[in-house]
């Protein structure tokens, strides 16, 4: 049972995550095997009870003796337990309805985004993203505009870091990107087509995602990062875990084939393996949401590295939500997000050279501890800069 709740409650925690990899069929076998187990244990302990009280009757025949008032007393208890334990029982089914009706309700929603209408997108297909007037709102708090007409195109093979305040919508705009949401008004483009028309399913083939925390499944390093990829052979799987700077891995006892929970590693650590997930996809799209918390100085460079080499490429599109100026310096392009707009962009060093500009205003507290002269994204001072939001 301990083993079926807890698969449940890590796919339904980390929803989005299993959503993104469209590792849904991947969860229900996972869970099915589980509820498997736990009907065929239930099933051989009903066997076994049933064997154990029913067997009393063979000896009940024959005249009344003290043996035979010996046995009748023997089995008025076993009756007695007998119809203890079916209340029981009989409770245990009404608290299962009770938690079954809440479970049903949530399997018979129906999605506000289906995940299969729409036309399939080819996952190795590359494009132009353009976001086109954007306005946009959550469903659940309605009348408070997180984006008003938000405009940013990102070129094939260009990063773009999205710098603003916390809480200024850059986590909406990736959640949009994936279509958790649709805007309330604007659209996004890819390659000149509106993502609407793709099957969301498809369409999030094409983007892999590194979110602020990313979620580890209980399982082996090697199933973690081939989350979504139940196909990926051990030698990708390697691969993708060198390209993210993984060497910790390499460093356990058992390898790729250690156990881990969902805590279990360093944040540094599950960012990297987090990004050893998403190019395991090998997406046309990244779409990274960088660690709030600050990572120690190490871990923060590894990390960074790893994202330098996907830049450096130019294979894939990535779109950067960026705190720390060692990431964003690393950026092709700065957009800085202000009340839902984007009100400048350009390069690390045309914005930071620039005394009146809005992105040295927002990063002020960062900057300072820097001689801008010095601002060179390989600038040691600039890795261990801490997080300003
Ligand atoms: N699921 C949601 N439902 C309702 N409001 C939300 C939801 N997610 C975020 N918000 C709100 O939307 C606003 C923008 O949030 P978002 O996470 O996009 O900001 P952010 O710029 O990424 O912040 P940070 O830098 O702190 O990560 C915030 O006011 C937040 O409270």
């Not at 049903?104 to 399939?120: C, K, S, V, Y």
């Not at 297909?125 to 306005?135: N, S, T, V």
């Not at 310096?329 to 500009?357: K, M």
């Amino acid at each position: 049972m301990g083993e079926m709740t807890k698969v449940a409650s890590e796919a339904l925690a980390a929803l989005r995550t299993v959503q993104a990899y469209n590792a849904n069929g991947q969860e229900e076998k996972k869970f099915h095997e589980r509820v498997t187990t736990v009907l065929s244990l239930a099933r051989k302990e009903a066997v076994a009870s049933a064997i154990f009280f029913g067997s009393g009757t063979l000896v009940s025949n024959g005249a009344i003796s003290v043996g035979d008032l010996t046995s009748l007393l023997l089995y008025t208890v076993y009756v007695g337990s007998g119809l203890q334990m079916l209340t029981s029982f009989f409770s245990s089914i009404m608290r299962g309805v009770g938690a079954g009706t809440r479970i049903f309700e949530l399997l018979d929603r129906n999605p506000a985004i289906p995940p299969e209408t729409g036309i399939p997108v080819s996952s190795t297909r590359h494009g132009q993203i353009k976001f086109e007037g954007i306005h946009f709102e959550y469903p659940s708090r309605r009348g408070v505009e997180i984006l008003k007409d938000f405009n940013l195109d990102i070129g094939v093979g260009e990063s773009v870091a999205i710098v603003g305040k916390s809480g200024g919508g850059k986590s909406s705009i990736h959640s949009l990107l994936l279509r958790y949401y649709d805007p309330v008004k604007g659209k996004i483009t890819f390659d000149g087509q509106d993502i609407r028309e793709f099957s969301a399913t498809s369409w999030r083939n094409v983007i892999g995602i590194v979110p602020q925390d990313p979620v580890l499944f209980t399982g082996t390093i090697a199933s973690n990062i081939a989350f979504g990829n139940p196909n990926a052979t051990r030698e990708q799987i390697e691969h993708a875990a060198r390209e993210a700077n993984c060497e910790f891995v390499w460093g356990m006892p058992k390898g790729f084939d250690t156990e881990i929970g969902r805590q279990s590693l360093s944040g540094g650590q599950r960012q990297r393996l987090a990004i050893a997930r998403a190019l395991l996809k090998k997406p046309a799209i990244l779409a990274l949401d960088e660690a709030t918390s600050s990572l120690d100085a190490t871990s923060e460079r590894r990390v960074n590295d790893a994202v330098d080499k996907i830049l450096q490429s130019r294979q894939t599109t990535v779109l950067i939500v960026a705190h720390r100026l060692s990431t964003i310096a690393r950026a092709e392009r700065i957009a800085v997000l202000e009340e839902g707009r984007i009100t400048e962009t350009g390069t690390y060093r045309h914005l930071v050279n620039r005394p009146d500009s809005r992105f040295r205003a927002l990063m002020a507290a960062q900057l300072s501890n820097l001689d801008v002269q010095d601002a060179r994204p390989d600038s040691p001072r600039v890795e261990t800069e801490d997080t300003t939001n």
